[in-house]
């Protein structure tokens, strides 16, 4: 949650933006590089200490708001302090994030669109040149289902059907419409 959500002195002032998206977002980032060791869910061992650990476990929104500012206040010890080697490339435009983000002596959000995307393009152009392990993703286990005619429509493929089909998928075309005119799969 935004750290303007959690504070008492909003409630009922608080007003959604986006520059607090764009805080859920830097949110979201910064657990994700600290509760993972690298790509694919390969997580670190439940006996880390990660002192974020305490955002997503807090019930008071008082707490958790205190809990936030310190950890951001003092933000290379507390959260960049507990990346894992595979983050720590990033770690330089997560921090200009965070600052981007939050004034340390108010810790207002002033966080922008253009900002985030200037940063985020940095990065991607710096961490292209690293050399990346290709990660092992999950094998899709799960049994190809025949679709029947009527059901055809809920499923982003179409099915061949006829001589040597073998039930080979193919893309269905793009359909662009109104909002209006759309129906949701479990009304069609």
Request: aromatic share 10%.
């Amino acid at each position: 949650m935004p750290l303007a959500a959690l504070d008492k002195s909003n409630r009922s002032k608080y007003i959604h933006g986006p520059a607090h998206d764009l805080e859920s977002l830097l949110q979201t980032a910064l657990g994700i590089v600290t509760f993972t060791k690298g790509p694919c869910g390969n997580f670190r061992a439940p006996t880390d200490h990660v002192p974020i650990a305490r955002w997503y476990n807090e019930i008071d929104r008082e707490q958790l708001l205190k809990d936030k500012k310190i950890d951001l206040i003092d933000y290379e010890t507390e959260i960049e302090g507990h990346f894992t080697e595979y983050w720590k490339p990033f770690a330089p435009y997560l921090r200009r994030l965070v600052s981007a983000t939050w004034s340390v002596t108010s810790m207002s959000n002033h966080a922008s669109h253009k900002v985030f995307k200037d940063i985020l393009e940095e990065a991607l152009v710096a961490l292209k040149s690293l050399a990346e392990v290709p990660a092992k993703y999950a094998p899709n286990s799960q049994k190809r289902v025949r679709i029947s005619k009527k059901d055809e429509g809920r499923f982003p493929y179409k099915y061949r059907r006829g001589e040597n089909s073998s039930s080979e998928r193919r893309p269905r075309p793009a359909e662009i419409k109104d909002l209006m005119q759309w129906q949701d799969s479990m009304d069609a």
